[in-house]
Nanobody
Framework: VQLQASGGGSVQAGGSLRLSCALSGGTFDTYVMAWFHQPPGLDRVFVSAITWSSGTTYYSDSVKGRFIISRDIAKNTVYLQMNNLKPEDAGVYSC?????????????????WGQGTLVTVSS
């Protein structure tokens, strides 16, 4: 299974970005997809997750109401629409996936991940 994240860039506070994560090399019907965020100098934290089959979504409290996760089954792609970005949203965003994910909030639950994409937010 391979994952390729893209869509990062530089925006001003209040702006928007849409990240994409293209998946390949597997059949993802039973998988959970997630985005994690690593701010500069800090540990990686959970942002959002979505179940491939049902589309059930999960969000961290810090992004709830601002970010939207979605998936395009035909394109094997997961998106993260990030609105009203804040300086604290800056960092590297990476996507992860796994088939037997018990609790979607923990990075250790996921088997596969790709290289991240960098988001910069200026105040």
């Amino acid at each position: 299974v391979q994952l390729q994240a893209s869509g990062g860039g530089s925006v001003q506070a209040g702006g928007s970005l849409r990240l994409s994560c293209a998946l390949s090399g597997g059949t993802f019907d039973t998988y959970v997809m997630a985005w994690f965020h690593q701010p500069p100098g800090l540990d990686r934290v959970f942002v959002s997750a979505i179940t491939w089959s049902s589309g059930t979504t999960y969000y961290s409290d810090s992004v709830k109401g601002r970010f939207i996760i979605s998936r395009d089954i035909a394109k094997n792609t997961v998106y993260l629409q990030m609105n009203n970005l804040k300086p604290e949203d800056a960092g590297v965003y990476s996507c992860r996936t796994g088939r037997r994910v018990g609790t979607p909030f923990y990075a250790r639950e996921y088997d596969y991940w790709g290289q991240g994409t960098l988001v910069t937010v200026s105040s």
